[in-house]
């Protein structure tokens, strides 16, 4: 299961506490659904970087997981998530999603323990084929 990078409390920093009232009304369990799945993401951009569980929840990750929830209860309780009106969702899941896509590239540094590198064993490899049928004189041939 993953951590709690984000909860519904935290979802109010993003859409109106009213807005997710009514759409707790229209699908309930929705809050619950799109945090758990925010918290997924989260986590399984940072497993191939950080040692998990990460001792405590920045700020940054908070705020990346509370609006990519977000994003899925709007998303799933309207159809005007491309009108003007959720522009500044839309415009904050994309900084959103590029921020973490920084941070999984190991661009951003969160401070916490990073996973070691991946050694790369310089081990010579023999390889066993038959003559080659065109060569560098076969090819002058044309």
Not at 55 to 65: E, H
Not at 112 to 128: Q, Y
Request: glycine share 4%.
């Amino acid at each position: 299961m993953p951590a709690a990078y984000c909860t519904a409390d935290d979802l109010t920093e993003v859409v109106l506490q009213a807005y997710l009232t009514k759409a707790e009304e229209l699908a309930e369990g929705i809050q619950a659904k799109a945090v758990a799945a925010a918290n997924s993401m989260v986590e399984d951009a940072l497993r191939p970087v950080y040692v998990l569980p990460l001792p405590s929840v920045p700020d940054t990750l908070r705020q990346i997981a509370a609006t990519l929830a977000a994003h899925k209860i709007v998303g799933a309780v309207t159809s005007l998530l491309n009108e003007t009106e959720f522009k500044f969702l839309l415009d904050q899941v994309q900084q959103a999603r590029k921020a973490l896509a920084r941070i999984r590239d190991g661009e951003d540094d969160l401070g916490f323990e990073r996973l070691g590198a991946v050694e790369v064993n310089d081990a010579k490899v023999s390889v066993i084929a038959p003559a080659r049928i065109f060569d560098r004189k076969t090819w002058e041939r044309f």
